[in-house]
């Protein structure tokens, strides 16, 4: 398979090149006889209540006869589990103690010495200058090298990581010590501002993978000219059999936002715009799901502009509410915005659920988001931090309910040709495949 990407390349050498090793994977998948059965997934911490498209894929690979297992770096501080990932808890192997961490890893260095120490060396040349982000890696270097007794017995084909920063790192760390072949998926934060080993990881994996066209150029363009050849494209998505699009309008103004409550998701011009809805006498109520850092700020805004009459804050939620406050939104919101720090959404999933659900969207070109939303076809992209352009954006759907109709079955239609979670995740299945057999 072709990454959509895949056209672009440093040189017309490059592109002969590129065309004819994909030419051979497509060559050798259609006659492998090695299937993909055992894969291990390397991801911060399991469950993680805002990575449910990690769930979604997992799920699909175990559907279709893959074992997986998930190594999670942390334990997770999650209080609530949602139901799919509480079904993968029995496939989670989560840290050592300190002294089994630490009687492992002293192991598979006197076996490993070569591999682990050129590790090492390797982690140490590159993060020296940021002394926290050094610390950090080589306490992920201990604590994936320690669980290699359990994986040499499950004696994994392959091993993916989703994030690019400490899982990618594990599973490179784990990847040379195993000699096995390793992927990642790098998503939004991870490319942007935190580049731990970046070029280095894309040129060692068998399989780069990222969730927007957008994310190769900025990484050709920053990163490593290996990009445009090397990273494959594969969208998070949805699972279309959870959500129905609806078949009735919703009563009233209702407007939902969901995401993580930090600046990247642009909610501060949400509510600014809101205050202008107010004032120019339009009724709504806003709801608001999700945590994050940027909370008390919220809170301190909408009572700023006398908002609580109309803004509620209602926390995490699980899907079940989600979907049902779907059901109920004239209107969905995530004005995707550029961080002061750099941070910005990759394509978030939050926008895909309400497009599958029928409910019209509104939110901001900034990143992968045109890749989703083409503006005025499948939804309204209203002008990034800007709260005139964003409300006059939500009036226009809570006015015309002809154009909302319009939008949301065309959203619809778009998530089920590029966004269906298990087409998606088939499409992994399919590259994890070649990168197994080619590495055979």
């Known amino acids: 398979m072709q990454s959509q990407a895949s056209h672009v390349y440093a040189s017309s050498e490059d592109a002969t090149a590129a065309i004819a090793r994909d030419s051979a994977y497509a060559e050798l ?13 390397v991801v911060s911490q399991f469950p993680s209540w805002s990575e449910t498209f990690i769930v979604r894929e997992i799920a699909t690979l ?7 297992r998930i190594l999670s770096l942390k334990r997770s501080g999650e209080t609530m589990v949602q139901a799919d990932a509480a079904t993968l808890l029995d496939r989670v192997r989560q840290p050592l103690g300190p002294l089994p961490t630490l009687w492992n890893s002293l192991r598979v260095l006197v076996t490993h010495p070569v591999r682990i120490g050129g590790a090492v060396a390797t982690v140490v040349a590159d993060t020296w200058r940021t002394p926290a982000v050094l610390a950090k890696s080589l306490a992920t270097l201990v604590r994936s090298l320690s669980q290699i007794p359990w994986l040499q017995a499950f004696d994994p084909q392959f091993i993916h990581a989703h994030w690019s920063t400490y899982p990618t790192t594990a599973a490179w760390a784990l990847a040379r010590a195993m000699r096995r072949p390793f992927g990642f998926t790098c998503h939004a934060h991870d490319v942007f501002r935190n580049h731990h080993l970046l070029p280095r990881k894309i040129a060692d994996a068998a399989l780069a993978v990222t969730i927007s066209r957008h994310n190769v150029g900025w990484l050709d363009r920053n990163i490593s000219a290996l990009a445009p050849r090397k990273l494959k494209v594969v969208h998070c998505g949805v699972d279309l059999r959870q959500i129905s699009a609806r078949t ?10 969901v995401g993580r409550l930090s600046p990247e998701k642009g909610f501060h011009t949400l509510i600014e715009a809101l205050a202008i ?5 339009t009724p709504f109520l806003c709801t608001l799901v999700g945590e994050g850092p940027a909370r008390q700020e919220l809170r301190r805004l909408i009572d700023r502009h006398e908002l609580r009459r109309y803004v509620e804050l209602a926390g995490a939620q699980p899907q079940e509410y989600v979907r049902a406050a779907l059901e109920q939104s004239t209107v969905f919101a995530l004005p995707c915005q550029i961080a002061a720090n750099g941070s910005r959404d990759g394509i978030p999933v939050a926008l895909m659920e309400a497009m599958a659900a029928g409910c019209p969207v509104v939110s901001c070109p900034v990143s992968g988001v045109p890749e989703l939303i083409g503006n005025e076809v ?12 964003l409300a006059q954006a939500l009036q226009r759907l809570l006015d015309d309910a002809p154009l909302r109709k319009r939008l949301a079955i065309a959203a619809r239609q778009r998530i089920e040709l590029e966004f269906d979670a298990r087409k998606e995740a088939l499409k992994l299945h399919d590259l994890m495949t070649r990168a197994v057999n080619h590495a055979a």
């Open 378 to 389: 499948h939804g309204l992209l209203a002008a990034e931090r800007n709260a005139v352009s």
């Open 248 to 257: 009735r309008e919703p009563s009233g103004n209702r407007i939902l936002g």
């Open 62 to 68: 175990i559907e279709v006869g893959v074992d997986v």
């Open 29 to 41: 998948a259609a006659t492998t006889q090695q299937p993909l059965q055992r894969v291990v997934y």
């Open 277 to 281: 809805l107010r004032d120019a006498g």
